[in-house]
């Protein structure tokens, strides 16, 4: 089964971020059986496992989880965590809006920084400092409780285990590296682009970006190239890509309406640009979903 889980609430509003301590004894029969509780959200999801190990099931693959590990899955992307063996099982959940590494006067370097936390082009698995822990552990009980300013507590807390994050994957020469040069008002109209691009899932023309912004058609496909190191259409490749894996993990729609609900002309369009998105058909990533989902458990 695989679930859309939707944004957490408190108080009947959305949060931003959400902190949670998990314990489990052993696996639920069900999940042993193979009917594992598969979901995805618009949240970034940091996995931190303090005790026992884990199997992480984040799209087509499987990470093995040990103590003082964190896994990473980026918004949107259909995973579960099972024990990899009977036992304690002690992990703490950090969920957030990748928004939330945006301000008002957002620099180009912010905006790297923002694209590099949202972008699934990373380790998966990283080992957590003692102030990675830390953080965790203290975020859990500021959640919880009810003090004044803890919200803000948390929030900062947050954006500094981000930033941890980002400092592992450039030491691992992972970061993907935009125009930090860039003027504010550009930052300030690239995220609107692409928030308007993720909300169609890629199902955008370069021209009509282009016109958002304001701009040529050939200005606008220099100009993007030189910020993001990438093509618009490549860009759009990838959002496609992402919603497509979604699609083909979490419904029953044939590669055909998939590609027209992507917007293709044609489904063969469509399985080349997943071919080169990820190395094999839709068809192929579809049946390796599902054999791996049936020997999974939570």
Known sequence: MIVDEGMAKRNGEH???QYLKQVMKNCPTEYVNGTGYYHYHK????????EGEV???IGDKVYPLFPGEIAIVFPGEPHTFCTAKDGDRINYVAKMLPDILVTKEQTGTEFEYYMNLKTPAHSRVINATDEMAEIFRTSVCRFDGADYADELIIRADTIKLSALILAEWNRRGEIMSFFGGAKKDNVDMLKKLMDISEAKKGCIKTHEAAKFCNLSD????RFFKSVMN???????????TREAQRLLKCTDKSVTEIAQM???ATSSHFIKDFKKEKNMSPGKYRSGQK???KGTNF
């Open 262 to 264: 992507l917007d293709y």
């Open 230 to 240: 990438m093509s618009f259409s490549e860009y759009t490749r990838g959002l496609k």
């Open 43 to 50: 949240y970034i999801e940091l996995f931190y496992l303090e």
């Open 55 to 57: 199997n992480a099931y």
């Open 218 to 221: 050939g200005y606008f496909i």
């Open 291 to 293: 054999s791996l989902e």
């Open 15 to 17: 949060l931003a971020v």
